[in-house]
């Protein structure tokens, strides 16, 4: 049992290393993205009511850039324990029945994410043959943040998984609480 857990922990950190320099990286992309949405928001709103012209790129661009910035935090968000959850079902049970839920629950996310990632890469094909219908762009380059999200979520569900495995049985993962 040992050995099995030293070999787990050995997949794991290269494995959080990776996702923590995806969600880092991915966190400053999608910081980009909020600074440009504003900017092109800016600039639709100075070009509609200062130059009575409208740009008709920016509302398109600004939809796209906004799906982005949520596909880019989602594994973040989802490794740091700050997706949403209702706490309350999960104190109330007795701690091994906690961990078995919390178990199943990531198991289940990563199916999910799984079934997601495979439907995301046909969608990204269809949207290979479709182009936006402001700016002349194949709409895969704005669908292709749903593959990577819900591949980083699977890699982060993994991440999750081992670390729940190696862990005692009466541990529980309790999100941490504010120092209030």
């Known amino acids: 049992m040992i050995k099995l857990q030293q070999t787990l922990f050995a997949i794991n950190t290269p494995l959080g290393k990776l996702n923590f320099g ?16 504003l900017g092109m928001i800016l600039a639709q709103v100075f070009f509609r009511y200062v130059l009575n012209d409208s740009l008709a790129w920016t509302e398109e661009l600004a ?31 007795p701690a091994l029945l906690r961990r078995i839920t919390e178990l199943l629950i990531t198991l289940l996310v990563m199916v999910i994410c799984g079934i997601f990632f495979m439907q995301s890469l046909e969608f990204w094909q269809t949207g290979l043959s479709i182009n936006a219908s402001s700016v002349p762009v194949k709409l895969a380059y704005f669908y292709s943040c749903a593959p990577f ?32």
Not at 22 to 37: F, R
Not at 68 to 89: D, G, K, T
Not at 153 to 176: M, N, T
């Open 149 to 180: 999200a819900f591949g980083s979520i699977c890699l982060v569900g993994l991440e999750k998984l081992i670390e729940q495995l190696c862990l005692p049985l009466d541990h529980c993962f309790a999100p941490q609480q504010d120092a209030t």
């Open 22 to 37: 995806i969600a880092n990286i991915a966190k400053n992309v999608a910081g980009g993205l909020l600074a440009l949405m």
């Open 63 to 93: 939809k796209f850039a906004m799906v982005w910035v949520a596909c880019l935090v989602a594994p973040w968000a989802y490794r740091e324990h700050l997706n949403v959850s209702i706490q309350m079902f999960a104190d109330a049970l």
